[in-house]
Nanobody
Framework: QVQLVESGGGLVQAGGSLRLSCAASTGTFARYTMGWFRQAPGKDREFVGTISRNVVWTAYADSVKGRFTISRDNAQSTVYLQMNSLKPEDTAVYYC?????????????????WGQGTQVTVSS
């Protein structure tokens, strides 16, 4: 069982930046591909980005490419989402998730473990 806890959300003006963190309670963090998703009110949960276990590759949704960056620190069992040039349409609850043995997972069903989410609100 892997427990994930997100932090770093908040209120920011358009054009600003936030850095989300997701801490995992497992000593086998390096075995998991990690991903970030988001869900806005009234919308389905959508893929934001993913990072491989050994940081060889990352992949992003087109809507955030060039603005968001995923990184991870396996020694600290933590994955990060750096969000720059934020837009009001980035407002959502952001979730981190862990997947095992999957290459570039972009669908929510490919992830086995989820955090509780952190709210990001971008004002115009």
């Amino acid at each position: 069982q892997v427990q994930l806890v997100e932090s770093g959300g908040g209120l920011v003006q358009a054009g600003g930046s936030l850095r989300l963190s997701c801490a995992a309670s497992t000593g086998t963090f390096a075995r998991y591909t990690m991903g970030w998703f988001r869900q806005a009110p009234g919308k389905d949960r959508e893929f934001v980005g993913t990072i491989s276990r050994n940081v060889v590759w990352t992949a992003y949704a087109d809507s955030v490419k060039g603005r968001f960056t995923i990184s991870r620190d396996n020694a600290q069992s933590t994955v990060y989402l750096q969000m720059n040039s934020l837009k009001p349409e980035d407002t959502a609850v952001y979730y981190c998730a862990a997947a095992g043995g999957v290459t570039m997972p972009r669908s929510a069903h490919e992830y086995a473990y989820w955090g509780q989410g952190t709210q990001v609100t971008v004002s115009s």
